[in-house]
Structure formats: C-alpha cells, structure tokens
C-alpha cells in the first residue's frame, strides 16, 4: 500500500525544511523530497487532502512541524497509576517504592493490558512510536508463575500492538531485595528464582515486526554479580538495559559490598557494550564515564522522574562528550511528554552548572529520534529518510505555547508540549489524532481507578 503526505515543515537531514513530500509503501519512507509547494494553511488539527504538483495525485497535507517518530526508551507501565498519588507527603524514593509496590501486588494480566492499553496510547498521542517496557511483574503475588508463564508479557505485548506503538520488551531479571537478600512480599511477582529460570522463561519469547525481546538486570541491588553473564548471555545480539547509580545510597551499598560502582561491577561481568543502556546513570565518577564511553554504551536519562524522586542531575554533557550516547525515558511517568523530558537535559544542565547553552536543539532532538530507537533495536526507525519506518509526529505551530516561535526545531525543544501533538502516523498508518484525547482521558481514568478499587 502506497501513502503519501505534504509536510508543511518537517526535520529532515539534521534541519527544518519546508513543503516535504513523502512518499510510504508498506510502512517505510520510499521518497522523501523537500519543496513540494503546497502553500502555508493555517495549523489545524486534522489534515486535509490537497493535489501535489510533484506526485501528480492527492496527498494528506500535514499543517505545521513534523518531526521523526519520538523514542521512549524506559518505561514502567504500571507506575503510571501512581501519579498524583505519591507527591502528598515528602517521603523518599524508599517510601514511594512501597506505594509503587502496593500497586503492582494488584495487578493481573486482564488489568494490567486494561491498564497498559491506555498508558501506551497517552504516549502515543504524545509523539512517541517505540517503546522500551522495563518489565519485572512477571508472575503471581505469591511468585507461583501463571500457566502461562509470560501471561504478563503477553498482556503487555497485547497493549501495545491496540496502542499502535513499537514494543522492546526489556525482560527483566530480578533475583534480591538488596545486595544478596531475597525477595520479600510483592517483590516474590518479579523473580524467576535464578538466572537460569530467568533465561528459560524468556527464550519462550518471540519477536514480531512490531516487537523486539531484550533483557535487563533490575539493579546491582537484584541481581548479583554470579547471576549476571547469564543475563547478558540471554541478551546477546539484544538490547540490555540496567538501573545503574540512580541513587547515592545505592552506590554506597555497592561499594560496601563489592568495592566497586556499579558501573565498574558491570564492567568486570561483561554488561557493558554497544547494545547497552545505562538507565538513570546520575551519580557518575570519571572512571565510571569513561568505562561507559568505551563500551560505546547508552545513557537513559528520565529527567521528569529523577526529578520527581529527587534523585539528581546526571552528568549528560560529560557524558555526551566522552561519546556516550543519550536517550530518553519517562520511567514512572509521573509526566508522559517527550519534549519535556529533551528540553530538561539542557535545563538541569543549566541548574547545575549555572550557565546556559550546553546542548543544540539538533543533538537533544537526536536523543529523542534516533539514538533513542537504536538503543531499543530499532536501527531503521527515527529519520525521515528513504528506507525508514514510516513514523511522522506534527505539531501545531499556532498553539498558545508554540505561536510565535519561528516553527523550527527550537520550537520543538524549548516551546512545545505534548498537548500540541495533532498528528501521529507510525510505519504509514494513522495511529492518534488530537482528537483521541478525551476519549484517552476516560480510558486512564477508568483504568486507573479500576487498580485503585
């Protein structure tokens, strides 16, 4: 099936460029030509069909900027009905564990696809077209698997594929409460017991065009330096994700009880590579940075989260300038908006440094499209290139928040929000309209309100 759009503006190349006719045939960019003239309608939010002098036949014109499909490459589906919930007292990231803990010790499969079908449409009605799901709740609230023993894989492969977006499904091992305790209460759902039943369970799995099985170790906390190269064995060729340093009490334990950061013990078993993501990687000595950097690993930075838990600022430009590449995540989504998570990496930076201009519009949005899909296994997707996934995400240029602004990708950084999302198509196919919102709004409140009851 052959689609065809006029992009009024649009990123392409690494710059805003006016008047792109693409071209999509079974759900990739097979021509993608700046200076179509299809005039400069006022920004609306549903498109509108108009003849292309250059295709000779009718496209869907897109008022406004079309970016790449957005990456969000950690996501905790689950977390999603503690919003709003969490912030009544001052607690800590311990005393929001438990509440978080609370919620998962209620989830089943049935209402965990209710719960996630409608989480995964709130990013896609943000802009993001691949996701990365951090997924420990694997089994029932007294550790006994289900029959099915990935029925919460399932449910959440199920969620997607309804949402419309791309799933990693980042299958994670998680055998300790904490640097060789085992697992109590609620934290019995997230364990195989060991690594090798860990790996059993997950080469059940398969992949689909729409879905890409990799691996996580939950934290040096929960999976201990013996049980490591069997994940990454399990992983090879995948990705492997890990939490790593988000916390200061955590490097400190670690370093109690191995003599190591965190990234030096991964290290010494072998997780760190190309296919790598360091998830948070805020409390970061130079040794640390530099053993990231020549992996040629990933930083996933979850600015709204690390926020949110008081967590810190990571190191990004250091980062950034070692080479380790950046992505983004919205972790607990105690904020689902994918412009605010790029835009803070400059704007904590500037927080902590007390200076401004620390990262180009260019590189932030680069986070965000390319280097975000890749870090998920998804090399064709993030660039409005022939070859490509077909992913587009249009913005209006007219909104409150974006008039005014120029229309270019400092636009997209700096001004916009998710809410001026009006247009979301991945691999050619139309999957959210700012018309979907209200409906969206229902569906999580039901959903989470079910969780609560």
Known sequence: MTTS???????VGGAVRDDVLVEIVDGRFSRVEPGGRVGHPAADASPFRRRSPRSGGEADTLPGLTLPGLANT????FHRALRGRTQRERGTFWTWREQMYAVAERLDPDSYHRLATAVFREMVAAGMTSVGEFHYLHHQPDGTPYDDPNAMSHALVASAREAG?????????????????????????????????????????SDGDDLKHGAAIHSVRAVPPEAMPTVVDGARGRPLHAHVSEQVAENAACVAAYARTPVELLADHDVLG??????????LTDDDVRLLAEAQAYAGFCPTTERDLGDGIGPGRRLHEAGVRLTLGSDSHAVVDPF??????????RLARQQRGHWTAGELLTAATTDGHRSLGWDDAGEIAVGRRADLVTLDTASPRTAGTG???????????????????????????????????????????????
């Open 5 to 11: 759009f006029l992009l009024e503006r649009a990123w």
């Open 74 to 77: 950690h996501s905790h589906a």
């Open 165 to 205: 977006i791309r799933l990693t499904l980042l299958d994670t091992c998680y055998l300790s409460s904490g640097f060789g305790e085992p697992p109590a209460g609620v934290q019995r759902r997230f364990s195989d017991g060991d690594a090798d039943r860990w790996r059993e369970r997950v080469e059940r799995l």
């Open 274 to 283: 190309p296919l790598t993501t360091a998830v948070h990687a805020t409390h």
């Open 340 to 349: 605010e998570e790029l835009r803070a990496l400059e704007l904590d930076e």
């Open 407 to 453: 229309a270019d990708e400092h636009t997209a950084v700096f001004a916009a929000t998710a809410a001026d999302v009006t247009h979301v198509v991945v691999e050619g196919r139309v999957v959210a309209t700012a018309d979907d919102r209200d409906d969206l709004g229902r569906d999580l409140d039901d959903a989470i309100r079910s969780v609560h009851a």
